[in-house]
């Protein structure tokens, strides 16, 4: 209650007192809607005249009413700050709205609303007068998967200015359902690190992005569906003979037991050489990096504290390996926390973040371990939920303790 | 007519002589429809249980029919190869397919579907092991237009691998109704300049992408409208009080007469600067071009005919300045071509590309320059439209001629 109401004072400064509703930020150029009020209640409208039920699903489903001329309207109550992935249902019928720029999460292009911050709150991803990096696309084929792969690096602004110097690198991924493009169009990863590295909080480094998605050839596909990517409603089917084989069912549980294995054996094989090979980096465990958001949080401490000769530092945003119950310090994760003054000697930030509404398992994760004897950093994101805003926090404060 | 019968053949060794039904590219991970089969027919899929009346919309409108499981199917003919945007129409609502990645065109995020070439035509734009280049993603601040911008910079292999070097850089633009995104994802710009590259057929060069819409601060924003980004049904209204001031009408007709002007002004006010303050440019005119496709070609032929101190090359891809008639030598484009001898001098390649069914205009342009004595080449791509297999073959040709 606390927080909805100073959201609502806040708000109201931001708002300037009126009450207008402003167009969401990720919308098309020039499209009205969604927009999003001073209480964060947001209002959304699609054309279907025809459609005999419409509804907006954020969260929950919302109806929307049909208006005589054939624009179907809600207004749904006040939202959480930051990115939603929301879909509309017209007739049955799941489908982006056609008003928004499109985001990959449960696998698919579907529609995407930002809530918006106080501005100040908001700065440390806002664009700034301050030098910027890049972040680029770029193509390698993996002989682990057998496939042409696709990931996105980061490097800051003095990387081309200067022709020589070798820089430290993170490895940071998305979540379930999500793909290798999620933290540099949800995440805003380079403008919360061209912010940190300009204000020196950060070292410069390189930041690679990649899909946490690797399925050895000739696998069962059913290891895709149990990592969201085949989620829509139109895929949960058998294809049809000599279709592409798409499984019975997907889902966030029922994860094969090696679901994590082939990802790290293609970063291994594939992905690190390449950077290695193709950029000027610093090397050494000491100078690598990774974490991940959700089941890339999984997948990083997977990797990561089984082979702690290749990193120095892991982050686990909204996901790690504990958290569930069941942690045991001598034998969880192949007992590597076991002893305790040897894992902290290697490790040199175990980070945990998580939203402050989503639970206690990652805070009691962080005191089992600190019970143990383990050194981590807890951070909590007040007042956010398993999201995007939470995320941009996490990299926000972990990325300044990285490579000192 | 010969044509598809080449077609028909071609693709009936391509696909092994069966009648299977393959996804497209451009599906999301597992989803079985839309799927191509042999003769380049379409069956597309949706659910949509509640639904009335479901329509697929690429070319024409297409009935589809409902199914006793809730699923809507349509199998239409045979399409063009290359490259097609597509919607679907669920009881009156134009919507994105949820079952592809979709595409930033007609002003929205629509969905795209991919008609396969034989493998060895598409080998030019295909991943093959040689070194590969970057696309990169870059925000910077427009003083002409009061905001932050993005574009995207190919960068080759060998630009990071030596840290000397200066390389000539090509200015390249979408069409209408797309953005700066177009040519890395529908264009495959990086592939395209990897395979030419490696081949020694192309110089070593810096493609810079940039979106061709750029409006004066309290501009009126039917500049915007013209230039189609606020072209889909649900925007083509006047918006709410306070809202962002979406314009009555949109559509392609009825430029208003300085639509290129502020794009041309914040080109060399902003983003070239930006460009040769950014990366490794060799300088002058002569390494310096600039090209688009469809309206990105006129943008092109206005910036570049107008600054002939600043471009020695300039390529229009279906779009140019000429081509519908009331073209003369001694007056259009403000004289520029009335001295032959002199613009041949100045322009070391002028390209004329289009796609063969796309009609006589850019043809009798050519034909009218070259009757003039204007220097100039004309490619034409066979069998296609005015869409990404066009400008995709365009670039191929056009790449290889620059900077020799």
Redesign the interface.
Known sequence: MKIVILCLFVSALCWGQ?D??R?SSL???????P?VHPDRSVTF??????????QVRLGGAHDMTKGSD??WMATIPPQVVGFHYYS?V???????D?????F?GS????SGIEIPEPASDAAYYS?K?VP?G????????SKVTGK?RRCY?YTPSEY?AK??GKYPVLYLLHGWGENEQGW?TQGHV??IMDNLIAEKRAKPMIVVMDNL?AVAPGAD?SL??ARG??A????AEV??A??????AAAGRGGFPTNWGTVFTDMMFTDLVPMIER??RVAPGRENRAMAGLSMGGMQSFLTVLGNLDKFAYLGGFSGSSGGRGGFDPKTSNNGVFADAAAFNKKMKVLFLGIGSVEGPGTKNFSEALTTAGVHNVYFESPGTAHDWLTWRRCLNDFAPRLFK
């Open positions: 009126t207008e509703c167009p919308n098309i150029p020039g499209a009205p809607y927009c409208r699609v054309s279907a005249p025809d459609a005999q039920k419409v054939g624009l509309l017209i007739d049955g019928a799941t489908v982006a056609p008003a928004t720029r499109t990959f696998g698919w292009d579907n664009a007068d910027h890049q972040v680029a696309q770029r193509w390698y084929y042409w690096v081309e022709s020589g540099h380079d403008l998605n596909a895709y569906a990517i085949i829509h409603a139109s895929m294809a049809p000599g279709g592409r084989g798409a499984p193709t950029y």
